[in-house]
């Protein structure tokens, strides 16, 4: 399986963007989707999952309220919409993709698969 995700940007606080995570190959293994961040001079962080069938949503403190993630199963995509975005949020995001069929989904190392990241930058 290859990610591939996309979408992020350049914008100012208060505004909105949508990132999408595609996935190619053995697209069916995936149990669960999420998305990590790594912000400067940060360890990466956890942001968001879900799980195939659309449950077991769950985000991180820092985002709930904020951000929205979704995947769509005939697309084989996983998309993050981020609302409200302040500078803290400034990171390179990660999107994931696991095969593990039950878990916390919380932690990296649940993830068999991981896009390239895309730069998210937020300025006050």
């Known amino acids: 399986v290859q990610l591939q995700a996309s979408g992020g940007g350049l914008v100012q606080a208060g505004d909105s963007l949508r990132l999408s995570c595609a996935a190619s190959g053995r697209t069916p293994s995936i149990n669960a989707w999420a998305w990590f961040r790594q912000g400067p001079g940060e360890e990466r962080e956890f942001v968001a999952h879900?799980?195939?069938?659309?449950?077991?949503?769950r985000y991180t403190d820092s985002v709930q309220g904020r951000f929205t993630i979704s995947r769509d199963t005939s697309k084989n995509t996983a998309e993050l919409q981020m609302n409200s975005l302040t500078p803290s949020d400034t990171a390179i995001y990660y999107c994931?993709?696991?095969?593990?069929?039950?878990?916390?989904?919380?932690?990296?190392?649940?993830?068999?698969?991981w896009g390239q990241g895309t730069l998210v930058t937020v300025s006050s």
């Open positions: 994931a993709a696991s095969r593990r069929s039950s878990g916390n989904y919380a932690m990296s190392w649940e993830y068999d698969y």
């Open positions: 879900i799980r195939w069938r659309g449950d077991r949503i």
